[in-house]
Every structure is written in structure tokens, then in C-alpha cells.
């Protein structure tokens, strides 16, 4: 389970996901004592997550001693995140979602060539490469940590940059941070200054409103949506081989994503099932299961960041995110938002947008998750946000960083 080798604590698995619920209750018990951390929809997994980190951080620097995480059981609370919310996908609200999902699209992709042109420009500044800019740009920012790690041999050895990979990490790490400070408190203040409501007053796609009353759950409506996740994700491994097989490698969550949409959608509600219940779309229990996988998630992810790793390089590094950060958060606030009508919904995709734009999906996810748990439900925010950044992003970023990297 555990093991100390060569100064490095190794943690396995089970005992990593415990941790992670721990921090995720830390994390819940700090947002609530503190009102900063609550006004401000802070995710409490960020909460605890980066406290844990700070500790591990101070414990390496007093003994000298690391802490690594085995992150398996991460992955595949992920794939459970993302199929909930196919399984709460309407007809109704993907087409509803057309046109905001082309603008945010279009947006984002052109944000995109604004991340990669500034992150290289910094880099120049510093007697840097392109390819350093590069790596402060889409490759760790709207790519994530995967992306970093996936390119960060090709830039050591075509471009010269020996230590690709830990500028990379670190910028992905302090983008991530970045990412889930800016989603809730950029909200909040839409969403106050132009006194904004929800249109729909129905359930949430993750977890419930604060102010709601508990809901009874019979233990049996609760496994019917365990039943129901498990069909659709083998549907998803089914939906992922295939497409591997013609040559398109896409992430599992993804095709998870639109298993879960295609059974919600397709499968009539009449027809009988198993268990002797509906289709468990937008249920209590799929919004339950939806925030326990989407927090542990998260929790676990923040808690297992080395940040002494980020210390030799953070003169250029602090300097590139400083200025991607502000970038981000003008974009959210004069493009985003007007382009997506300034209601409510919009509100809640430029939560969603702070994690896209230097974070991760989950991130986005766990953003728009903490605001919608105070104000009230977005279901057009949890179609586009996830479509755009779980799927075509990635695509376009697979063309952009070779065209940047050849080209500057």
C-alpha cells in the first residue's frame, strides 16, 4: 500500500483515494467556517486540495521526503463524472445549445491562438525559445497535464529545450490553481452585478442546491443509477475501440460522454428495464453520484502536486501565467459573457471558462459546479462547456502546436 524508496513515499491506491475524500472533507469544512471561501464559490476540493499540497510541500522541505500518489482510481471517478452528465443530456438541450455551443467553439479556438502568441512573446522576453512559450501556452494551459507530458519529449529533443518537461509540469500546475481561483469569484460577480436568476428551477446536473432540503433516496433508485452509468460506460469502451480502430484515439471519458447521451436519447422511457425503473436521467441520484466523483476527483488531483518543483523555474514561468491570467479573465468578462446573451447560463459558462482556459475539463466542471450549487441549475452551461472542452479542443490543439511550434 504504502513504501519509502530513495526519499519517495509511495502511496497506493486505496489508501490515496481515502486521502482524497479526507481532503475533499477538509475542504468542506474550511469553505464552510470560512465566508471568504463560500461567498466566492471556491470549490471545496481546491480548499482542501491545495492545503494538502502545502503540507506535503512543508513536510519536503523540512526531511527531504516526497510524496507520490498512485492516481488509478482517479481515472476512473472521471469516467463516472462525464457519464452522468451524458446521461442528463436532453434532445432539447443540445439543440437549445446549437448556436452557444458554435460561439463558445469559436471563442475558444481563437483564444487559443491569443494563449499560444502571448505565452511565446513572455518567452522572448526572457531570451527564451518559442517553444518555451509554447509550453506556457496551449500545450500545459488548455491542454492540461496530459498534453504537457504527451509533447514535452518532442520539444526536448527537436527544440532544444533539455527541461521541457518540467516547465510544462509547472506551468500545467500553476494553471490548474489559477484555473479554479478564477471560475467562482468571476461568476459571483456577473452574476451580482447584473442581478442575474436561473431560468430553470429543476435539479442540478451535480450535486444539490445548498439551500435545498435532503432527499430521501431508496437504496434501489441509487443502484439503478450505478446499473445505468455501468451501461453506458461499457457502451463508451465499445464506442472508444471502435474509433481506435479507424485511426481516432480519444480520451475514454469522452466517448463515455456521448454513450450516456445517446442512451438518455435514444432509448425510449417506456421501454421496460431491468430493474423496474425509468431512465435515471436528471435524478437525485445521478447528481449525487456526479459530485462524489467529480470532488474526489479533483481533491485527489490538487492534493498530489509537488510544488517545490516549481521553485527554479518561477521567475519566467510566474511572469507567463501572470499574463496568461489576465488575459483569461478579460476574455471571460467582455467577450464570453456578452457573446453568450448576459443571463445566467452565460454567467455560468465563464465559471466554466476560467477552467478551460488555463485548467482542465474537470476543473471547468467543478467551477460551474460550486456556482450552481449556491445560485441554482445551468443544464445549457454542463452540454456546451464539457462538448467544447472535453472534445473539440483537444482536436484543435492536436493541429495548433505543431503549426506554432514549425511556423515561430
Keep these: 500500500m504504502t513504501g519509502l524508496d530513495n526519499g519517495v513515499l509511495q502511496i497506493g491506491p486505496f489508501l490515496a483515494v481515502t486521502i482524497g475524500i479526507v481532503v475533499l472533507f477538509i475542504g468542506k469544512r474550511l469553505n464552510d467556517a470560512v465566508g471568504f471561501l463560500r461567498e466566492f464559490s471556491i470549490p471545496e476540493p481546491v480548499t482542501g486540495g491545495l492545503l494538502f499540497s502545502l503540507c506535503t510541500a512543508l513536510l519536503y522541505a523540512v526531511s527531504g521526503v516526497a510524496i507520490e500518489f498512485n492516481l488509478g482510481v482517479r481515472d476512473v471517478l ?13 434532445v432539447k438541450d443540445l439543440l437549445s445549445g446549437g448556436k452557444p455551443l458554435v460561439i463558445l467553439l469559436i471563442i475558444t479556438i481563437s483564444y487559443m491562438f491569443v494563449q499560444d502568441l502571448l505565452g511565446i512573446s513572455v518567452a522572448r522576453l526572457f531570451g527564451q525559445p518559442a517553444a518555451v512559450g509554447m509550453l506556457g501556452g496551449t ?8 498534453t ?3 509533447w514535452a519529449p518532442q520539444i526536448a529533443e527537436n527544440y532544444g529545450v533539455a527541461n521541457a518537461m518540467e516547465i510544462g509540469m509547472a506551468c ?7 484555473a479554479s481561483l478564477m471560475g467562482g469569484p468571476t461568476a459571483k460577480w456577473l452574476i451580482s452585478r447584473h442581478q442575474l436568476q436561473p431560468r430553470d428551477q429543476g435539479p442540478l446536473d451535480v450535486g444539490t442546491l445548498v439551500t435545498a432540503a435532503p432527499v430521501s433516496s431508496d437504496p434501489m433508485d441509487f443502484l439503478d443509477a450505478i446499473l445505468a452509468l455501468h451501461i453506458c460506460i461499457l457502451l463508451g469502451y465499445s464506442l472508444n475501440a471502435g474509433l481506435e ?3 481516432l484515439d480519444l480520451p475514454l471519458f469522452v466517448t463515455c460522454l456521448f454513450a450516456g447521451i445517446l442512451m438518455t436519447n435514444l432509448v425510449p422511457r417506456s421501454l421496460p428495464r431491468f430493474s423496474g425503473r425509468a431512465w435515471p436521467s436528471r435524478t437525485p441520484q445521478i447528481a449525487l453520484i456526479a459530485d462524489i466523483a467529480l470532488g474526489t476527483f479533483l481533491a485527489m488531483s490538487l492534493m498530489s502536486l509537488q510544488l517545490w518543483t516549481l521553485i ?14 489576465a488575459v483569461a479573465v478579460a476574455i471571460n468578462l467582455f467577450v464570453v459573457f456578452p457573446a453568450l446573451g448576459k443571463n445566467y447560463d452565460a454567467a455560468v459558462v465563464c465559471a466554466g471558462f476560467g477552467g478551460i482556459s488555463l485548467g482542465s475539463t474537470p476543473t471547468a466542471m467543478a467551477n460551474m459546479s460550486a456556482v450552481t450549487t449556491r445560485y441554482g441549475a445551468s ?13 473539440f479542443i483537444d482536436i484543435a490543439n ?5 503549426f506554432f511550434l514549425a511556423h515561430f
Excluded: D, K, R, W
Design 148 to 150: 504537457a507530458i504527451a
Design 379 to 391: 443544464h445549457l452551461a454542463f452540454i456546451i462547456v464539457p462538448l467544447v472542452c472535453a472534445f
Design 78 to 90: 472521471l469516467v463516472y463524472f462525464f457519464t452522468t452528465i451524458g446521461i442528463n443530456a436532453s
Design 139 to 146: 500545450v500545459s494551459l488548455i491542454g492540461g497535464h496530459g
Design 172 to 178: 500545467a500546475t500553476f494553471g490548474l490553481i489559477l
Design 312 to 325: 527554479e523555474m518561477a521567475g519566467p514561468i510566474l511572469t507567463i501565467m501572470a499574463a496568461q491570467f
Design 398 to 402: 492536436a493541429l495548433l502546436i505543431p
Design 245 to 247: 480502430a479507424l485511426g
